[in-house]
């Protein structure tokens, strides 16, 4: 987990303890446990609340059934339907008080069974939907009248009560998550569940555009290649951003957040290093070092699976050898410092160096067996032969006219041997050798370095150091935010200011003696010069992102998140095309565009939700719905309602009028007994379905007043604008086994119905075809975001899906590659039909004809023969 970003502001620029983080992350996790228990208990709560409301409605039916016990001659077993009575919610709660009474399937966290009594056979689910079994398959209705006349048997089951026989007609799929049974009911259009064929899609996500920067948190993270490519990393994608064409290129062989970075003496080759992460179940993965080709961007060398401990902070190339070691330091308590031969991937040497953390390491450019460290109230120097030892007299470098500063942040090589240290009192400190002094090293002391020189340079800490040709030198400053330009012997020649919205210097780096590149603490990047100042180039959030909403027919997007930065962005130019700032102690959560694509309302954490005008950046309307933070905004498809689901349990409906800029309170969706985590909108703009944190699924009628539809039964045939609840028969197929309910963070369906994206708390983008309602369904899994991704978003013309990371602060840009062929609905209808002859063979459908939604009608083919008929029309 990173931390946050004021311990990296002004002087505070230091590493906090490893120790801490750790057990900041165990109170997280114990607190997230308490608080899914106290949920789970709400919920069970409201079903025991629920169930007693539904046994009281049950009281007359059960007297007369007694009656009619009383009475047999007055049963009639092949009476109609119309004498058939339905109690809201009746079928969940005796499947549930089924389940109670087994008792084993519930002790697994995750499971799978069918709601009807006896197993259902897949001949049979069609019957059981249609009421009689059809003539047009002579087998299957013979095998069917089979079984029914078996459960109808006196030897089996007595006859069946009306309620009973009702019960077996709502045929359903049970899931269990946490212990909770989840009820999903199999559309009418499905003749038989268990024939469904589930495949990974024919579509496959490719990595377009990476937006962000790590420069809160890291160091010396940023380097211009000869190719005219600035690398630099964010999450687990080392980018190499092509400055003057505007292109991006990525390494992708990390597992879990790259955490620094350093360029080979050749300027070609590249060395990053990661953290160890964990992985879903909690198990430490292991960190290393990866050497590779920034041309090709192929691996060329492995360096230290296993060895480091939680990870790499610091690694650098020695140069006086032509980069034969690498020197590395690992994230452990003791911070260990390594030696590695890169060409066999060996280590060298390896030592303690400090407790304290450690910001950077450098091999002296004319000695390879001279080392630096530096971080908080040290600087060491290392000398290099069969082991690593400290030099001795480092402390006396010091001396008492000194004030000893907290953290040495950077230091440089000058071209006379000197070194050069910034430090958190804003001075740069020239060290120079010395003969050792006798009277306090004792006798025999070798020669040590010393402090020569203090010079004042910023107003707060030092954060970076540049050398230029010609000895000239740039410092980076953090609370003045300056850079200035000094001569060989440190005095000033020129300085300039960066804006303050991109936050204090973090790294430079020299593209051409006076063209800069700027690394910021607020995670941007600068592009720039004395002369004409700084533009960004690259720019991304800073805190912990949630927000994200596609528009509906502009190649745009926006984000929010705790860094209470509004951002619409452009997937052509990849770019922010304007950011907004909330005021303070409030941050966006969730936001969704109108139809009409002229406004977006964004949710808040306090309640208040905003609409925002795309053209102005006014507000235009503003509103508040309870005390707690909103998780859920959404429009209808035509624009004409607004949906806000809160973390107080309550779905907000709004009228909206005057082209998305006027709103007014219709009504409130009140029934769900924990916070509301997701919704979607049915077609006709009339009913809603909504999931809640406590793993329930409801649904609405909001043309009847806000009137919650008891019998879930009857929208199983619904068809929704979207899709992006995580709970729905559509996508179960999504779920793991083993799931807690909180592993799945978003979803998103495609507007062409085909797949369906998921963001999990893995670190992980999986890509689904839609619908995929069976368990265990295949999908194509991505990897790039190092913290829990919260959410997934198509563009308006699914050319692109959007990822968005939790703590990584990364922004992920995937271009959909493959089209699939055929509506899902037929699809969906076609896998589960049986057929007692031959099969029919597929069909395919011709390149152009599958671009959009539309049925292909002219390039059908057979689908033995591999290449499709071009479409002519």
């Not at 060298?348 to 067996?369: G, I, L, Q, R, Y």
């Not at 991109?502 to 607020?522: N, P, S």
């Amino acid at each position: 987990m990173n931390p946050p970003c004021g311990l990296f502001a002004d002087d505070m620029s230091a590493e906090i303890s490893p120790e801490l983080p750790d057990h900041a992350s165990i109170m997280e996790v114990r607190l997230q446990a308490q608080e899914e228990e106290i949920i789970l208990l709400k919920s069970s709560l409201a079903d025991a609340l629920r169930r007693i409301h539904v046994h009281d409605q049950l009281l007359p039916l059960i007297n007369l059934q007694l009656e009619d016990a009383l009475h047999p001659e007055q049963h009639i077993l092949e009476g109609t339907r119309a004498k058939l009575h339905r109690i809201p919610g009746m079928e969940e709660d005796e499947e549930q008080e089924e389940e109670d009474e087994g008792g084993g399937e519930q002790e697994k966290a995750f499971s799978w069974a069918s709601s009807v009594e006896e197993p259902i056979q897949p001949t049979t689910i069609r019957g059981l939907h249609d009421g009689c079994f059809s003539s047009e398959e002579p087998r299957s209705a013979s095998t069917s009248n089979r079984n029914l006349e078996q459960n109808l048997s006196p030897r089996s089951a007595p006859p069946l009560t009306p309620i009973q026989e009702e019960h077996k007609l709502l045929c359903s799929i049970k899931m269990f998550i946490r212990g909770r049974p989840i009820t999903m009911y199999i559309p009418s259009n499905i003749q038989n569940y268990e024939d469904l064929r589930m495949e990974p899609p024919s579509q496959r996500l490719e990595l377009d555009w990476v937006y962000g920067y790590r420069g809160r948190d890291c160091r010396a993270n940023l380097y211009f290649l000869p190719s005219g490519e600035a690398v630099y990393f964010i999450a687990c994608v080392v980018v190499l951003y092509h400055i003057n064409n505007r292109t991006q290129r990525h390494y992708r062989k990390h597992t879990d957040c790259v955490r620094c970075l350093t360029l080979h003496p050749d300027k070609v080759r590249v060395a990053s290093g990661q953290t160890a992460g964990v992985d879903k179940d909690g198990k430490a993965l292991q960190a290393c070092v990866h050497i590779w080709d920034s041309t090709t961007l192929v691996t060329l060398q492995q360096i230290g699976l296993g060895t480091f401990q939680r990870g790499v902070g610091s690694v650098a190339f020695s140069c006086a050898d032509s980069g034969t070691f690498l020197c590395v330091i690992d994230d452990s308590n003791e911070h260990m410092l390594s030696v590695w031969d890169c060409n066999k991937g060996t280590k060298h040497a390896e030592v303690k160096s400090t407790n304290e953390a450690v910001f950077a390491v450098e091999f002296n450019p004319s000695d390879s067996t001279n080392i630096i460290t530096c971080g908080r109230s040290h600087v060491y120097f290392w000398t290099l032969s069969v082991r690593l030892s400290r030099m001795d007299g480092w402390m006396d470098g010091w001396m008492d006219k000194y004030k000893k500063p907290k953290f040495i942040q950077c230091f440089v090589f000058s071209l006379t041997g000197d070194v050069l240290t910034g430090d958190s009192e804003g001075n740069i400190l020239t060290w120079g050798k010395s003969a050792a002094d006798v009277k306090t090293l004792g006798k025999g002391a070798k020669e040590t370095l010393q402090i020569m020189r203090q010079t004042k340079a910023h107003e707060g800490s030092v954060f970076t150091l540049c050398t230029l040709q010609g000895s000239a030198l740039l410092s980076g400053g953090g609370k003045d935010r300056k850079i200035i330009r000094w001569s060989a012997d440190l005095a000033p020649e020129r300085e300039c200011e960066i804006p303050e919205k991109f936050g204090a210097v973090r790294t430079i780096a020299d593209v051409d003696d006076e063209e800069l590149l700027v690394g910021t603490t607020r995670n941007a990047i600068l592009r720039g010069t004395f002369s004409d100042g700084f533009v960004a180039i690259v720019q991304g959030h800073v805190d912990e992102m949630w927000g994200l909403a596609t528009h509906p027919s502009q190649n745009i997007f926006l984000t929010c998140g705790h860094d209470r930065q509004v951002c619409l962005w452009n997937t052509e130019e990849h770019q922010l095309d304007w950011c907004i700032n909330l005021e303070v102690g409030e941050y966006g959560l969730c936001a969704d565009f109108c139809p009409n694509g002229s406004v977006v309302s964004v949710g808040l954490s306090t309640g208040r939700w905003m609409v925002l005008d795309l053209l102005t950046q006014d507000v235009i309307s503003d509103s508040t719905d309870g005390n707690e933070q909103l998780s859920v905004i959404r429009y209808s498809p035509d624009g004409s309602f607004l949906a806000v689901g809160s973390h107080d349990n309550f779905i907000y409906i709004y009228n909206v009028t005057e082209n998305g800029r006027r709103y007014s309170r219709f009504g409130k969706c009140n029934g769900h007994s924990s916070f509301i985590t997701h919704l979607d909108w049915s077609t006709d703009g009339k009913h809603i379905m909504s999931n809640s944190g406590d793993y329930e699924i409801l649904y609405w009628d909001i043309a009847a007043g806000c009137k919650l539809l008891r019998n879930r039964f009857e929208s199983k045939d619904r068809e929704w604008a979207s899709y992006t609840c995580v709970l729905g028969f559509h996508v179960m197929g999504v779920w793991l086994e083993g799931s807690d309910g909180t592993d799945i963070n978003a979803l998103c369906r495609s507007h062409s119905e085909r797949i369906v994206a998921v963001a999990d708390d893995f670190c992980k983008v999986h890509l689904f075809q839609y619908p995929c309602p069976k368990p265990k369904a295949p999908s194509h899994r991505y990897e790039g975001h190092g913290s829990h991704v919260t959410n997934v978003c198509f563009t308006h013309c699914d050319s692109h899906l959007l990822s968005m990371g939790g703590k990584d602060m990364c922004i992920l840009q995937w271009r959909v590659v493959g089209r699939g062929s055929g509506d899902s609905r037929e699809r969906l209808t076609s896998a589960s039909s049986t057929s007692t002859g031959s099969p029919e063979p597929s069909l395919r459908f011709c390149s152009r004809c599958v671009e959009g939604p539309a049925l292909c009608c002219c390039g059908l083919v057979d689908s033995l023969n591999m290449s499709a008929t071009p479409c002519t029309s």
